[in-house]
Nanobody, 127 residues
Framework: VQLQASGGGLVQAGGSLRLSCAAS????????MAWFRQAPGKEREFVVG????????SYADSAKGRYTISRDNAKNTLYLRMNSLKPEDTAVYYC?????????????????????WGQGTQVTVSS
């Protein structure tokens, strides 16, 4: 699967953005998906993940209450709605995919658990 992330930009603190990740191919629903981010000088970190059916999600503490992940398997697209953005949310955001068995509720939280990555989209939050 090939992933194309979009939707990043410059926003003031307290603002909102919605990221999208378009996937190629016809098997998007066979993949667990996640968003990671990487700030300058820091390691890539897990933000939020969603199981293949969308029935289960997992959020990093930094994202709870502010971010919402969703997926539209009919449109082969993953979304990340980010509200109440803070300057510390500034990073390159990456979408990632890992193929899982049918019916799996698996969500990985480590970058090494994902085989496919989008190119990243920059999110900059000004104070």
């Amino acid at each position: 699967v090939q992933l194309q992330a979009s939707g990043g930009g410059l926003v003031q603190a307290g603002g909102s953005l919605r990221l999208s990740c378009a996937a190629s191919g016809r098997t998007f629903s066979s993949y667990a998906m996640a968003w990671f981010r990487q700030a300058p000088g820091k390691e890539r970190e897990f933000v939020v993940g969603i199981a293949m059916t969308g029935g289960r999600t997992s959020y990093a503490d930094s994202a709870k209450g502010r971010y919402t992940i969703s997926r539209d398997n009919a449109k082969n697209t993953l979304y990340l709605r980010m509200n109440s953005l803070k300057p510390e949310d500034t990073a390159v955001y990456y979408c990632a995919a890992n193929r899982v068995p049918s019916g799996s509720s698996w969500i990985g939280t480590a970058p090494s658990e994902y085989d496919y990555w989008g190119q990243g989209t920059q999110v900059t939050v000004s104070s």
